[in-house]
């Protein structure tokens, strides 16, 4: 059975700062997942969490020299018999997801471009990050 009470209800104890700043637990299926990030204390509490959940994904779009943190991402995962066992819009640049153990495959959709991991999820703490390349605009 899943940990995800035990691990939220460790990050309440063990970390109440970042705890609060961390949107509600969210469910597809039997998959418990928190998204989120807007704001400094709030992608501190996810970048702090990330190890107390099996994985966690982080979404950007490369600006130049740096890398800024996106939102509104469509986040489907796929298992190793093909079936959906995830299909949600991550609404800030984190996801923190109790995930069984195995393999994934992990297809994130940022403006019309998907990008796509294959993901083994095997501990807890496992990060997969997400980064679309920068836009080129014409005139």
């Known amino acids: 059975m899943r940990l995800w009470l035990s691990l939220v209800a460790g990050l309440f104890c063990t970390a109440p700062i970042y705890a609060q700043d961390l949107p509600a637990v969210n469910f597809y299926l039997n998959t418990a997942y928190i998204c989120g990030g807007i704001g400094s204390d709030q992608a501190t509490a996810f970048r702090s969490a990330q190890k107390s959940f099996p994985l966690s994904l982080s979404f950007g779009q490369q600006l130049g020299?740096?890398?800024?943190?996106?939102?509104?991402?469509?986040?489907?995962?796929?298992?190793?018999?093909?079936?959906?066992?995830?299909?949600?819009?991550?609404?800030?640049?984190?996801?923190?997801?109790?995930?069984?153990?195995?393999?994934?495959?992990?297809?994130?959709?940022?403006?019309?471009?998907?990008?796509?991991?294959?993901?083994?999820?095997?501990?807890?703490?496992?990060?997969?990050?997400?980064?679309?390349?920068?836009?080129?605009?014409?005139?």
């Open 65 to 139: 020299e740096r890398t800024a943190f996106i939102a509104d991402i469509q986040v489907v995962m796929r298992d190793v018999q093909d079936q959906v066992v995830l299909n949600i819009n991550s609404g800030g640049p984190y996801c923190l997801l109790d995930i069984d153990p195995g393999q994934y495959q992990v297809y994130s959709t940022y403006e019309g471009q998907t990008l796509h991991q294959n993901v083994t999820v095997n501990q807890l703490g496992h990060t997969v990050r997400f980064v679309w390349p920068e836009q080129i605009t014409t005139y």
